[in-house]
């Protein structure tokens, strides 16, 4: 128990330390980042899958929130970037969601082509905590049996055949076995705590009926447990070997509005790991490398991969979004 207790202590004194403020100037170099990756994705749009298109989705989204309606200085930047998103997910639209060869693939239809990401954030610091039981279940959750995970996707299938974007609350009808792996308690820790954070928060923009203080608890213990593994996996220089995990968890957590990881050395990190014509790898230690081999996504020619593509726009999107809500700086 005490070498539990000094290593919470240890990563607890880590990153409760007060970051400093995002520099309003560093808006240009995201602006560009997000720029030439959206240009990225437009250049390749036949080889990605439809997971990368859902990251432009969320960049979208968070661009909508990020137009001032002209008051803003990053106004006009705003609506160019807004137009990209909008230009990708149209022609993607042709391709997934039209072409009889991907059979009207229902994930661009629910989870992309549906305004199903937009919402007003509230940034807050001071949200997160600690608990030994994110540690316990880090080194427990290799035992569990993988054929007793239920598939994320076989979940959010059912979330989406229940349910439909709507103002009025409705009943979401999902099997027990979906229940007990996703929304029973919030614990785990790599993507399956991250697939876990992004069905209860599809659940919720899908009307589902959730106490709101049942959601707000599940998604501050998930994003509380995801701070802590990547400080964890920072401290040993895991994070590059794992790169798109931590973009997933950067995005799904920062959109909560939790600033513990809307970091300005993050930020650099992800603009450091950009390649020059915009991409993004899965893993930053070995280009020969891929943690994502089991996984339906795309790799082009030059090594990047299309999920995390996908997901660093949405990133990227997500900082500019912070600097554009937390800055006063307007045109009048």
């Known amino acids: ?56 989705a969320l960049a979208r989204d968070l661009l909508i929130e990020s137009y001032k309606n002209g008051t803003h200085i990053m106004d006009n930047s705003s609506m160019k970037l807004l137009s990209k998103a909008f230009n990708i997910i149209g022609k993607s639209r042709m391709l997934f969601q039209d072409d009889p060869f991907n059979g009207n693939d229902w994930k661009f239809q629910y989870l ?35 054929d007793q995970i239920l598939n994320s996707d076989q979940c959010l299938q059912e979330i989406v055949n229940s349910t439909a974007p709507t103002e009025y609350i409705t009943p979401c009808i999902i099997s027990w076995r979906c229940w007990k792996n996703y929304f029973e308690n919030s614990f785990g820790h790599s993507y399956y705590l991250t697939h876990k954070l992004l069905l209860l928060q599809i659940a919720k923009a899908r009307g589902c009926w959730l106490n709101e203080d049942f959601y707000k608890f599940q998604v501050r213990t998930i994003c509380s447990s995801i701070n802590f593994q990547i400080h964890i996996a920072d401290s040993l220089k895991f994070l590059d070997e794992n790169f798109d995990l931590f973009l997933e968890q950067v995005i799904l957590c920062g ?29 930053l230690t070995d280009p020969r490398k891929s943690r994502l081999k089991k996984r339906d996504y795309q790799y082009f020619q030059d090594g990047c991969n299309d999920h995390t593509t996908g997901i660093g726009a949405a990133v990227l999107a997500l900082y500019y979004h912070y600097i554009v809500n937390e800055e006063s700086i307007s045109l009048v």
């Open 1 to 56: 128990m005490s070498r539990v207790v000094i290593i919470l202590l240890f990563f607890w004194i880590n990153y409760t330390v007060e970051c400093e403020k995002i520099d309003f100037k560093v808006i240009t170099t995201v602006r560009h980042g997000l720029d030439s990756c959206l240009d990225y994705i437009d250049q390749h749009l036949q080889e990605v899958t439809v997971d990368c298109v859902m990251g432009v």
């Open 112 to 146: 992309v082509d549906e305004m199903l990401w937009n919402h007003h954030i509230e940034y807050k610091t001071g949200n997160l905590w600690i608990d030994h039981r994110f540690l316990d279940s880090i080194i427990e959750m290799p035992k569990f049996p993988s």
């Open 255 to 283: 959109r909560e509005g939790f600033t513990e990881l809307i970091r300005p050395d993050w930020l650099f990190s992800v603009l450091k790991s950009q390649r020059l014509n915009g991409c993004f790898p899965d893993n």
